[in-house]
Each structure stands twice: as structure tokens, then as C-alpha cells.
């Protein structure tokens, strides 16, 4: 069969033959229980699409390689396109679901009322930085912000000396590594800037900033990390998989609590668990609570339609969801994600539950 | 012996299906030339139209604000969508001018190279080499540039910085490179290098046009090579010069992705070479993926129409101008 | 005619002002430094073409293997091993087809040009406006394509980078082929006139096969800049990782995949983007060289 993304010829007709077979089949269906058997899965069938943000994306990839060695009658694509154009696409319909790193604001294109928050994975946002002969850094809140505010401009800055006793920083030039592409990455950093970042963080928060003068943009996260792999003295942020991926060092970051805590998928997890959750499962994870938090945690959710048209779409898209949320947690670790809390993912999946179609 | 000739009149007479098929495809052709013309007009219709939603929202700021942050807003960032291109159109033309300041005069040498010094044999060689310039892609021009040209022009820079960076005001043309190479320097050198072979080869075609009476005449009274080159081919070539200099300048600034690749995305008005900037088309290929809002897209799209109006100005003027030097080379060489 | 019988050589009646070593110090040197200079421009023009060769060879030559040009791409820049097949088979499928869109009508533009036009104002304006279209950045092909096209179809596919592709060589091909076109006797046309061939008869069966290597040679100059083209597809086709050989549906091709590895900060990655602009520049070499041996080998000479 076919994987490749289908004309829209092949879809009618998938659709049309998944239809006959889910109503074929119906009575023969069993029931769907939460530690999944395989046979559950390996009945679905059609093809969905989705798209969104490229933060999740090496955790989806992974998550779809595996769910389609399970469920191998159906096919999953997800394209990484960034959490606006993937919302505007599934606001357009052109998508079954979506990945976003940020929440549905109006000018989204989606509907309010249409759609489904489902956290999947969360992940920690480093600050990644390459300075020969200085193997651990810690920052706090407010250094960070003066950094990429471009108040503080060289590595021996007294700021950074006082954050980091008994280490000795050389004399040289910061280059300030962000994004050239509007991301939920940035969106998420910048917000920790805002909590946190002191006086020295005055641009505010959002998909792009008006980063100051003398600061190299790269594109996407890998982008990030390239530069700040090529500069001696560059810092950068960037997503906890592609930095471990790319063997850059990150710094540890203050938390709330006033401890240091490095990026890790732990400090990930209690992030999460710290994190006040909100009616429709949005939790804001940055600068949260607790001894062990790593303060930079971005969340991420999918964004589901709250009725399907199409009963063979609305099989596969809950099934693969729910294998997301149960059996493919597993994998988050693997590709440097974290898991969902225990009681998060009891919520998502009764979220997921009340999904039509 | 009178002969019909014929009696069936498609080739000699007026009517039939000779005439049926002479008309087809004179339309057809018609059709195929006049494409070109349609194309340029939907382009500029399409992009205008939907360029427009952004340069309504921005105003005459759109062309005179350096501010780019195209967000939605998000609570406790700006206040609203900021679009002011006025960083990229610096970046499109300081990235030209450097480009032009390595280009024209290594494309006028090889020029002169070809029409004045060069044996015989050493001809096709060259012109093969200049071809095989203009053949590779600029994405692996972008490749090498990124990661070996920009890491390696670093010491470079900073050899320039710490000499001159305390001249009044080469000191901050020259200001403190940036770690990865990545600015409007090594973007212009690699314009350069793909910039030659179009401003050779029109120079080339400029140069072949001089009367070789007056090459000769100048040798006759006692001239140098060189003083010949001076007196006779570039009075005469002065026209198509300059004409070809505004061609390499319409392609310098219309270089997408080697540029994207070499500058390091930044938005910024500097004087500082070594520093990251941006270009108009840059902009577009990088942030294409996600624009982040029809708005964002539109905007977008009014770079694109901001470097066709430049581009199509600079172009057509160009093409006048050498159209009229030759002519007048032409016409007094006759 | 008296003989003229030479007797000393010139050389010792040559009058002392018109050796060279007359000419002053200053004007000598200034001429030996002019003469140096252009040299090295030309040294300089050529060291970067080789340089960039070289590192294209060298780097590219690591990876290059029959599974690299085979296999699909993998879906995380970091994996090792997989291959840019999907991307040889994009850039063919979306070139061949904008060849086949552009070299026809690229053609059929030369002839209304060149055999019916000649000089109407309308002909030189098409002129002018195809040699200003050359200089069109390609972004905006692209840009243009995805507003007339793809918001209309609704999805990014290879098809749309074909157009995108075809309004880029459609200029160059119709300023190749008129070129070429013009260069073609006027005889051979007022015998086919006169043996009572149709205009268009004779433009099809003398006209056209005495230009074609002519032809040939600016179409496949057209194509290979077309298959190095990047910008544009970057915007229209979007992106896949595994083959599409129709021309519906997202599609990938060679340069877009250099592009994306080239900002990648793993070793596999740009590894992988070495080798993807090594089989492109292949492509488009040897595309480049069969179009200038053809024109130089069955060119028709200049009167």
C-alpha cells in the first residue's frame, strides 16, 4: 500500500473503503482497554495527517516509526512546520490534528470551541553555550536575561563571576545565538526571560522578539545549535533533544527555589508536576515550583477536533493519541523527551475520551 | 503546353489549409511570446495584492522602520505586529556593494584578459572556467561558505578589526566580527564569486565591440598595451560597463539562498561589515516555513514586492544601457 | 617591381626612439602592473571555483555510495546512514517537467521573435521584458507560484515547483533559441518560400532543424540552472522523506535538502548535504558541458 501522502483521489478512496470496513466490522470490534494489546491497534486503518510544531518533532517521528510497527495497516505523517502554520492548517481543515508549542489565540485561525488540548511530552530548553575551558556554568534568572538583553556582553562580566564562585571566565565577546524563524521555542524562552529575566529583559515575549544588535539568528533549533557550535564564546538556546544530540554544554539555571538545576528530563518531569494545570490542560511549566524543577520546561500539546466527521479518521487519530499517551510514553525518553506526570496523563486521556467521531 | 501547374491552390494560392496552419501558428507563437509579458504582470499583480494587507497595516513604515517582530500578541509582548523591512533593504544593499566592490574589478580584468592579453589557446580554457562559475548552484556556494569560508575569514576579520578598529570611521566599518563568520562580509565575498561570470561576459561582449582601428591606432602612436586599453577600449566601452556593473548589482541583490546561508539572521542597521544582518530575500526563504500569521505571511510577500521593484528597476535600466552602448558601438564600428 | 633585397637585419637600423627601452621607467612599469593585475584577476576568479570543487569532491566523495543515492531520507537530521534518494528523484521528476513546459513554449516565443516579430515594437518589448525576466530573483517565481497556484489548489506539490521552474527558464530559452534562430541563413528560408512550403512548414522543417543544436544546447544550459534552483522550491514543494514519483503531492528535492542539512550541527547531517551537493553539481556540470559542446561543435558559424 501506498505510504506516501496520498492525492486526494487515494484519500476519497481510503476513506471510502475504510468506511465499508469500519462498518463491516463494527459489531466485530473489541473492546478498547488502557495497557492496549497489540490487536487493538493493528486494526486501524486510513491515513491521517497532521502538522505543527517542530519542537516535539524528533518525539512524534520516533512515536510514529513506532505505532506504525504496530498498527501496520495505517500510516501517520507528521510534518514539522512550526505550531503557527500548523494550526492554521488544521484550523483550515487541511490537517486532523496539530501540534502547537503555544495556545490557540484568535488569530490562529482555529475555531474556540472546536478543538481539544492533549499534552503529550514536555521538554527542557537549554541554555546552550561554547566556552573553551569552562565546563559547567550556572546562571541565574536574571543573568540570562541581561545576557540576551545584551546587557551583559563579555563572559567575565561580574554578574556571571558571582553566579559561578571559583570558576575562572575568560575575557571574551558573548555572541547571542536566537531564532530567525518565529517559534514556540523562542516563545517559551522568552517567557522564562519575562518571569524571570530581571531588568535586563525588556523585549517582552512571543514567537519573535526584536532581538538586539550583534545577535546571529539560526534557522530552527539544529540552526541554533550549529552557531553555537561554530563560535567560541556563543550562547544560544536550544531544545533539550537537539542540543544532547548535537553534544553542546548547557548551564544551569536558577529555579524558583533557588537552586541550580541542569537540564534533564527529570527536572522536566517535576517542572510538570509543579505546574498548575488549567480547565482545558494548558499548564504553564516555566519557572515553576519545587526543589528539583528545571525552570526553562516548555510544554506541548496536540490539538484535536472535538467531533470527527469521518469515523475511520476519528479511530485512527484517538488510537494513535492514546497509544501516545499510554504505551508510546516509553519512547519519550529515548529521544530526550519527558513523560507526562502520572496524574497529566490520566487527565489527557479523559480529554482524549471525550473526542467524537 | 499550357500545364495547370496546380490544381490544388495550398501552395501557391491564398486560401486552404496552408493558410489556416501559417495562422495557427503565428497565433501560437504570439501566445508563447507574449507569456513573458503576462508572467511579469501576474507577478506583480499576484504579489501586490497579496502583499497588501501588510503594507497597509505598516504604512510608509513598512520601507522606513528597521523593527521586524511579527508576532501575534501575546500578552506581555509588543503591543502588536511590528513590520518594518528597513534592516533587509540595508542588508540587500550593503551585501551588493561589497559584492560589487570584489567582482567588478576581477570581472573587468578577465574581461580584458580575454579580449586584449590572452594567447590564443588560453581563451576557451578560461571562458570554459567562467561557465563552469556560473553553473554551480548557489546553495553549495551557501555550503562552503558557511562551513568552511566563514569559520576560516574569522582571523581574518579579526587581524582587520584589531588594525584598524581604532581609525575614526573605517574603525566601525570594521567593528568586532562576529564568532561564526557569518555577516554581511562573507555574504558580499560570496555574492562575488557568483557575480563574475555574468558581469565578464557582458563586459566581454562590450570590449569585442571596439574598433580595432582605434586599438590599432593607438599602438601606432606608441601606446602601451595598457595605455591603449586606457585610451581606446574604455572610452569606447564606458556605456556597456556601467550597464553591465547595474546587471551584477540586480543579481547581487536578487541572491536568495547563499545569502540566507553566510549571514546569520539578524535584524540590524550597522555599519560594522563583520556583524550578522539580513536581506530581503533571505528573510522570505527563512521564515517561509512558519510566518506565524496570514499577516506575517503578507508581509512577507511585501519584501518580495519591495526586491522585485528594485530588481526590475535596476534590471531594466541596465538592459537600456547597454542596449545603447552597443548600439553605438555597432553603429560606429560599421 | 624592383626586388628588394634585405640585407642587415632590421634590427640595428630600428631608430632609438621606438625601442622599448625608450619608453620611460613609469610607463613600463605601469604597464607591467596592469598586465600583472589582470593575471591575478584571473587567478582570483579561479581559485574559488576550485577551491569549491575541491571541497565539494572531497567532502561529497565520503559518503557518495549506491545506498546514498538510493536510500530514503531519514526523518531525524541526526541518524546515520539512509540516503537523499527521494531528493535525486524530486529534482529529476519537478526539471523534466518544467523542461517540458518551458522548452516548447521557450521555442515557439523564439519563433514568433525572430520570424514574425522581428522589430514590431511588440517583439521588442517582448525582448527587452525576457531579458529583464532573466534577472527576476527566483524567490519571487516562487512567491508568485504559490499565490496563483498552490493557495488555489491547496497544497504544496511538484507540480507547482515545476511551473515555478518553467517561468525561470522560459526567458533564457526564448533569448537562446532566438539567438540561435538568427543565425540561420536567410537563404535556406527564401528556398523553402520559393519551393512553395507554407511560412510555418518552413519553419518547422528547415528552420527549426538547421538551429536545434543551437537550441539544444541553450535548453540544456536552461535546465541545469533550473535543477540548482532552490529558493523557489523551498516555498512550493514542500518536503518528504521518501520517494514521490508523481507530480501531486509534497515532493523534495536536491538543493532543498542541501539547505536544510547545511544549518544542521550534526556530522551525519552536513555529511549528508556534502554529499547531495556532490550529485548535484554532477547533474549540473555535466549538463553544462554537453550544452556547450554541443554549441560549439555544431554551431552554426557566424558569417
Not at chain 1, 506504525?68 to 510534518?79: M, R
Not at chain 1, 527542557?124 to 536575561?145: H, R
Not at chain 3, 531525524?76 to 540516503?83: P, R
Not at chain 3, 535548453?219 to 518528504?240: F, M, S
Request: charged share 15%.
Amino acid at each position: 500500500m501506498n505510504r506516501n501522502v496520498l492525492t486526494r483521489r487515494s484519500i476519497l478512496v481510503g476513506v471510502a473503503l475504510a468506511t465499508l470496513a469500519a462498518a463491516g466490522c463494527a459489531s466485530k470490534e473489541p473492546t478498547t482497554t488502557p495497557s492496549g494489546a497489540a490487536n487493538e491497534f493493528a486494526s486501524l486503518s486510513g491515513a491521517v495527517k497532521a502538522s505543527g510544531a517542530s519542537f516535539p518533532n524528533a518525539y512524534y517521528q520516533k512515536a510514529i516509526d513506532e505505532f506504525l510497527k504496530v498498527a501496520d495497516n495505517a500510516d501517520v505523517t507528521y510534518n514539522s512546520v512550526g505550531s503557527g502554520t500548523g494550526k492554521k492548517e488544521f484550523g483550515q481543515g487541511l490537517t486532523d490534528f496539530a501540534g502547537s508549542d503555544s495556545t490557540v489565540k484568535d488569530t490562529d485561525g482555529v475555531a474556540s470551541g472546536s478543538f481539544y488540548y492533549i499534552p503529550t511530552v514536555a521538554a527542557p530548553i537549554t541554555v546552550s553555550y561554547n566556552l573553551s575551558g569552562v565546563d559547567s556554568l550556572k546562571l541565574s534568572g536574571t543573568t540570562v536575561g541581561s545576557i540576551f538583553g545584551r546587557k551583559i556582553t563579555k563572559w567575565n562580566d561580574p554578574a556571571i563571576v558571582a553566579d559561578n564562585p571559583g570558576v575562572t571566565l575568560p575575557d571574551k565577546a558573548i555572541t547571542v545565538v536566537h531564532r530567525s524563524d518565529g517559534s514556540g521555542t523562542t516563545n517559551n524562552f522568552t517567557k522564562f526571560l519575562v518571569a524571570a529575566g530581571g531588568p535586563g529583559w525588556t523585549l517582552g515575549s512571543g514567537d519573535s522578539v526584536a532581538w538586539a544588535a550583534d545577535t546571529q539568528g539560526g534557522d530552527k533549533n539544529t540552526g541554533v545549535a550549529q552557531l553555537v557550535k561554530q563560535g567560541d564564546g556563543a550562547v544560544g538556546y536550544v531544545d533539550f533533544a537537539d542540543a544532547t544530540a548535537s553534544g553542546l554544554k548547557f548551564a544551569s539555571i536558577k529555579n524558583k527555589d533557588g537552586q541550580f538545576v541542569a537540564p534533564s528530563l527529570d527536572g522536566a518531569t517535576a517542572a510538570l508536576a509543579g505546574a498548575e494545570v488549567k480547565d482545558d490542560l494548558t499548564y504553564n511549566p516555566i519557572n515553576a515550583a519545587g526543589a528539583a524543577t528545571y525552570p526553562i520546561t516548555a510544554p506541548t500539546y496536540l490539538l484535536l477536533k472535538t467531533t470527527y466527521t469521518d469515523a475511520a479518521k476519528a479511530k485512527l487519530v484517538k488510537g494513535f493519541v492514546r497509544w501516545l499517551l499510554t504505551d508510546g510514553q516509553s519512547f519519550a525518553a529515548s529521544v530526550n523527551f519527558a513523560k507526562l506526570p502520572a496524574d497529566l496523563q490520566q487527565m489527557a486521556l479523559s480529554q482524549l475520551n471525550k473526542v467524537q467521531g | 503546353m499550357t500545364q495547370t501547374v496546380n490544381n490544388n491552390r495550398n501552395s501557391l494560392g491564398r486560401r486552404g489549409r496552408g493558410v489556416v496552419g501559417d495562422r495557427t501558428f503565428l497565433i501560437v507563437s504570439l501566445i508563447a511570446g507574449v507569456l513573458v509579458l503576462a508572467i511579469l504582470a501576474l507577478i506583480l499583480l499576484t504579489t501586490l495584492r497579496e502583499a497588501w494587507p501588510a503594507f497597509r497595516y505598516s504604512g510608509t513604515d513598512f520601507v522606513t522602520s528597521a523593527t521586524w517582530v511579527p508576532n501575534d500578541p501575546d500578552g506581555d509582548g509588543p503591543a502588536k505586529a511590528q513590520f518594518g523591512a528597513l534592516a533587509f533593504i540595508y542588508g540587500t544593499v550593503i551585501v551588493s556593494i561589497i559584492a560589487l566592490l570584489f567582482a567588478v574589478p576581477i570581472s573587468i580584468g578577465i574581461a580584458l584578459f580575454l579580449t586584449e592579453l590572452a594567447p590564443l589557446r588560453l581563451r576557451t580554457p578560461v571562458v570554459t572556467v567562467i561557465d563552469l562559475l556560473a553553473a554551480i548552484p548557489s546553495v553549495v556556494f551557501g555550503l562552503w561558505g558557511i562551513i568552511v569560508v566563514g569559520p576560516r575569514l574569522v582571523p581574518i576579520y579579526d587581524w582587520f578589526h584589531d588594525v584598524l578598529g581604532d581609525v575614526p570611521v573605517l574603525g566601525s566599518v570594521f567593528g568586532k566580527p562576529i564568532a561564526s563568520g557569518r555577516s554581511f562580509m562573507t555574504a558580499g565575498l560570496i555574492v562575488a564569486i557568483m557575480i563574475v561570470p555574468i558581469i565578464t561576459s557582458i563586459t566581454r561582449e562590450i570590449f569585442n565591440t571596439v574598433p580595432t582601428e582605434d586599438k590599432q591606432a593607438a599602438f601606432a602612436l606608441g601606446a602601451t598595451r595598457w595605455e591603449m586599453i586606457k585610451g581606446a577600449v574604455f572610452p569606447h566601452s564606458f556605456g556597456g560597463m556601467v550597464g553591465a556593473v547595474m546587471l551584477g548589482m540586480g543579481r547581487a541583490m536578487g541572491e536568495t539562498i547563499a545569502v540566507a546561508l553566510t549571514m546569520g539572521a539578524a535584524v540590524q542597521i550597522v555599519p560594522n561589515v563583520f556583524a550578522s544582518g539580513n536581506t530581503l530575500p533571505a528573510v522570505i526563504a527563512q521564515n517561509w516555513g512558519d510566518p506565524g500569521s496570514e499577516l506575517g505571511r503578507s508581509a512577507l510577500i511585501a519584501c518580495g514586492v519591495v526586491l522585485f521593484g528594485i530588481t526590475i528597476l535596476v534590471n531594466y535600466g541596465a538592459r537600456i544601457i547597454v542596449r545603447r552602448a552597443e548600439v553605438r558601438m555597432k553603429g560606429a564600428a560599421v | 617591381m624592383t626586388t628588394f633585397a634585405p640585407s642587415a637585419p632590421a634590427r640595428e637600423s630600428v631608430p632609438d626612439s621606438l625601442r622599448r627601452a625608450s619608453l620611460s621607467r613609469r610607463r613600463r612599469l605601469t604597464d607591467v602592473v596592469a598586465r600583472s593585475l589582470i593575471w591575478l584577476s584571473l587567478a582570483v576568479a579561479v581559485v574559488p571555483l576550485g577551491l569549491v570543487t575541491y571541497y565539494v569532491i572531497a567532502k561529497g566523495v565520503h559518503v557518495m555510495s549506491w545506498e546514498f543515492l538510493t536510500e530514503r531520507i531519514p526523518r531525524q537530521a541526526q541518524t546515520a546512514g539512509g540516503g537523499i534518494g527521494p531528493a535525486i528523484i524530486g529534482t529529476v521528476v519537478v526539471t523534466s517537467v518544467a523542461a517540458l513546459i518551458a522548452i516548447p513554449l521557450g521555442v515557439l516565443g523564439a519563433i514568433y521573435l525572430n520570424e514574425y516579430g522581428r522589430q514590431s515594437p511588440l517583439a521588442r518589448t517582448i525582448r527587452t521584458m525576457a531579458d529583464v525576466m532573466t534577472g527576476v530573483p527566483s524567490i519571487m517565481m516562487g512567491l508568485f507560484i504559490f499565490i496563483a497556484f498552490v493557495l488555489l489548489v491547496g497544497e504544496k506539490s511538484g507540480f507547482a515547483g515545476s511551473l515555478a521552474l518553467a517561468c525561470l527558464m522560459l526567458p533564457v530559452v526564448i533569448r537562446t533559441s532566438e539567438e540561435m534562430l538568427r543565425l540561420v541563413p536567410d537563404e535556406l528560408r527564401q528556398a523553402s518560400l520559393a519551393l512553395g512550403a507554407r511560412k510555418w512548414k518552413t519553419i518547422v522543417s528547415v528552420v527549426l532543424p538547421a538551429a536545434i543544436s543551437g537550441i539544444t544546447s541553450g535548453a540544456l544550459l536552461a535546465i541545469a540552472r533550473a535543477a540548482g534552483e532552490t529558493a523557489p522550491i523551498l516555498l512550493v514543494v514542500g518536503l518528504v522523506y521518501r520517494a514521490n514519483w508523481s507530480l501531486f503531492g509534497e515532493n523534495t528535492a536536491l538543493p532543498v535538502q542541501i539547505y536544510r542539512n547545511a544549518q544542521e550541527p550534526f556530522e551525519t547531517a552536513v555529511d549528508r548535504a556534502w554529499g547531495a551537493a556532490l550529485t548535484l553539481v554532477a547533474i549540473v556540470l555535466f549538463t553544462t558541458l554537453i550544452g556547450r559542446f554541443l554549441a560549439n561543435r555544431f554551431a552554426i558559424k557566424e558569417r
